[in-house]
């Protein structure tokens, strides 16, 4: 078992930044990747990040590319998501995920561990 603990959201100008961190417990030495994703009101959770624990290779989905980077401290068991150029439509609450499993890295059903998840309000 693999315990996820998410902090660092909050309230935040438009065009303001914010770094979410998820510390990692249990049995972390068979992590494969771990991922953000985001639910907005009303919508379905949507994959934001991953990295690949070993090698810290990463990928971006198309709408936070250039402004979101997901990294990771191996020591501590930690990944991050440094958010920069925050928008109004960021507006959700942020979720850490993580798998033990080398399968489809941008969907919820691929994850089996999930943090209690934490909000992130961007005002205009």
């Known amino acids: 078992q693999v315990q996820l603990v998410e902090s660092g959201g909050g309230l935040v100008q438009a065009g303001g930044s914010l770094r979410l961190s998820c510390a990692a417990s249990g049995r972390t030495f068979s992590m494969y990747r771990m991922g953000w994703f985001r639910q907005a009101p009303g919508k379905e959770r949507e994959f934001v990040a991953w990295?690949?624990?070993?090698?810290?290779?990463?990928f971006h989905t198309g709408s936070v590319k250039g402004r979101f980077t997901i990294s990771r401290d191996s020591a501590k068991s930690t990944v991050f998501l440094q958010m920069n150029s925050l928008k109004p439509e960021d507006t959700a609450v942020y979720y850490c995920?993580?798998?033990?499993?080398?399968?489809?890295?941008?969907?919820?059903?691929?994850?089996?561990?999930w943090g209690q998840g934490i909000q992130v309000t961007v005002s205009s």
């Open positions: 995920a993580a798998t033990d499993q080398a399968n489809v890295a941008t969907v919820t059903t691929s994850y089996e561990y």
């Open positions: 990295i690949r624990w070993s090698g810290g290779i990463t």
